[in-house]
């Protein structure tokens, strides 16, 4: 285990369904790994369901927490997994659109990826950013006010604060990797 991320806090949000499970799991145990604290919260302190490929039924998690139980000030980098359905429901609850929108006052750093910046659009994250998503959500993030490119990972530190996004699963290492060069910049 690595020390270089040792007393980083990290906020993964989900749904309590539909969540993709390795954009979940993976930046769980890559950051993890790095020594980084790790708190995931969906709206219900219920099992999440998460799904491979949006269709097929994986593993359930049990959160660490609710929505209501989490504060920005207790975070430095905030965390979006996607799964179409997580993304869906999480654009429509009120206190994670909460959430992103305190982390960008914050000048606190957020990371979504796949379908997770539908949450940064419904939030209003997205003017003047680049950024990239899964290919499906490019022309709702270009109708949002941002720049879509198709890397595998996008950093973008207009506004205030770093955005930093990624296409899908197979980006998941670099996805993690700009997470944790993001924390280490910041210390």
């Keep these: 285990m690595s020390e270089e991320l040792n007393g980083k806090r990290v906020l993964i949000i989900t749904s309590n369904t539909g969540v993709e499970r390795d954009e979940l799991l993976v930046p769980q145990k890559q950051l993890t790994d790095k020594g980084a604290a790790i708190v995931h919260a969906a709206p219900k302190n ?11 039924k994986d593993v359930t998690v ?4 609710s929505f209501d139980d989490v504060d920005v000030d207790d975070f430095d ?18 206190r994670a659109v909460e959430l992103a929108k305190a982390f960008a006052a914050a000048g606190k ?21 680049t950024l990239t998503s899964y290919f499906s959500l490019k022309t709702d ?16 530190a207009e506004n205030g604060w770093a955005l930093i996004t990624s296409r899908n699963p197979d980006d998941l290492d670099d996805f993690c990797r700009a997470i944790a060069d993001e924390l280490v910049d910041k210390s």
């Excluded at 219920?46 to 097929?56: A, K, L, N, S």
């Excluded at 750093?109 to 950013?129: F, N, S, V």
Aim: net charge negative; aromatic share 4%.
């Design 46 to 56: 219920e099992q999440v369901q998460t799904f491979e490929h949006d269709t097929e």
């Design 62 to 65: 049990q959160p660490d927490a």
């Design 77 to 94: 980098v905030l965390v979006v997994p996607g799964g179409t359905v997580n993304a869906d429901k999480l654009r429509t609850e009120d």
């Design 109 to 129: 750093p957020i990371a979504a990826i796949c379908h997770g910046p539908w949450l940064l659009a419904e939030a209003e994250l997205t003017p003047d950013k």
């Design 141 to 156: 993030l270009l109708n949002a006010g941002g720049r879509w490119v198709d890397e595998p990972v996008v950093r973008s």
